[in-house]
């Protein structure tokens, strides 16, 4: 599609009233519902002298093109930006997308999962917030948010606000704000270490690297590939559906650990849904390294693998 409006570049939507889902490449999960929340096809409600698709502004995206939104942008606005989704006939890798502009406020969950592009706000931005940290900005009178993951792996051409920092290989996170999906799909071997607590499904997707977290919430390591997730307490759900990488849970979690778990390794004190192994002399020494316990401490632990 042509992405323009008045000669202008990019796509222009003006909207009476927020409006969730914008720019989602997801469209709200389509494969959960099948189109009974929102319709790819379905006309964005609330707009002022147009009337796009959901999938227009996807779609101008993916082209490179940038969004831009006057007015206040509802939840999940950009869910999966940059995502070439695999359900839609994708790869399942990045793309380079372009950026969405907002002149006015952003609800909650802004960039969960996101990999790539850009979120410009001029107004207020609700937490909790996506896969996404604020960096200087090059536009005035907004504010800019990048992926955590794709400033890892395709590297940091901004400085990043305080207090938090780059530091060699390690991003280390200290603003103390609640974040969604944090490290989604990363496949890098870099390190994101948050100074606090996260939300739900930290680590989603990731291949390789490193996340440590003080406390997370539902979906930990959810549908994880590789890599290490270590964190205190976690919610519900946490490996659930893991088919490779390490997760280390602390301190406790609220149940339905391991579910449906088709391969990796969680190391938990609890019980999860899939027997227990024993910890071997290379575990004990990796969580003693790693958590700052003793031996004794580390014994305590179980280790859950698939099929065993």
């Known amino acids: 599609?042509?992405?323009?409006?008045?000669?202008?570049?990019?796509?222009?939507?003006?909207?009476?009233?927020?409006?969730?889902?914008?720019?989602?490449?997801?469209?709200?999960?389509?494969?959960?519902?099948?189109?009974?929340?929102?319709?790819?096809?379905?006309?964005?409600?609330?707009?002022?002298?147009?009337?796009?698709?959901?999938?227009?502004?996807?779609?101008?995206?993916?082209?490179?093109?940038?969004?831009?939104?006057?007015?206040?942008?509802?939840?999940?606005?950009?869910?999966?930006l940059g995502v070439d989704l695999k359900f839609f006939g994708g790869t399942g890798s990045s793309l380079k997308a372009g950026s969405i502009i907002v002149?006015?406020?952003?609800?909650?969950?802004?960039?969960?999962?996101?990999?790539?592009?850009?979120?410009?706000?001029?107004?207020?931005?609700?937490?909790?917030?996506?896969?996404?940290?604020?960096?200087?900005?090059?536009?005035?009178?907004?504010?800019?948010?990048?992926?955590?993951?794709?400033?890892?792996?395709e590297g940091l051409g901004e400085a990043l606000l305080s207090p938090n920092i780059l530091r060699g290989d390690d991003l280390c996170i200290r603003d103390g704000i609640i974040r969604d999906t944090i490290g989604a799909r990363l496949d890098t071997d870099k390190r994101i270490l948050v100074e606090g607590d996260a939300g739900m499904s930290t680590g989603i997707l990731m291949k390789r690297g490193f996340i440590q977290v003080e406390e997370a919430g539902m979906n930990t390591g959810v549908l994880m590939r590789g890599g290490m997730i270590i964190t205190g307490n976690a919610g519900e759900f946490a490996g659930a559906y893991m088919k490779g990488g390490t997760l280390i849970i602390g301190g406790k979690a609220k149940g339905y650990v391991g579910a449906n778990m088709k391969g990796g390794t969680i190391f938990y004190k609890g019980e999860a849904m899939l027997p227990a192994a024993l910890v071997d002399g290379n575990d004990i020494r990796m969580l003693v390294r790693l958590l700052g316990i003793s031996q004794v401490e580390a014994m305590m632990f179980r280790k859950f693998l698939r099929g065993e």
């Open 1 to 80: 599609m042509i992405c323009f409006q008045e000669n202008l570049s990019g796509m222009h939507l003006e909207l009476s009233q927020p409006v969730d889902c914008l720019c989602d490449f997801t469209y709200d999960f389509y494969w959960q519902h099948s189109g009974e929340r929102l319709l790819p096809s379905g006309i964005i409600p609330h707009q002022k002298g147009t009337s796009y698709k959901y999938e227009d502004l996807v779609s101008c995206l993916k082209s490179g093109e940038d969004v831009h939104i006057k007015g206040n942008a509802g939840k999940r606005l950009g869910s999966s």
């Open 103 to 153: 002149d006015g406020d952003t609800g909650s969950r802004m960039g969960i999962s996101m990999v790539s592009g850009a979120i410009y706000v001029k107004g207020a931005v609700k937490q909790p917030l996506g896969n996404v940290v604020e960096v200087e900005s090059d536009r005035a009178g907004y504010r800019k948010y990048r992926s955590i993951t794709n400033i890892l792996q």
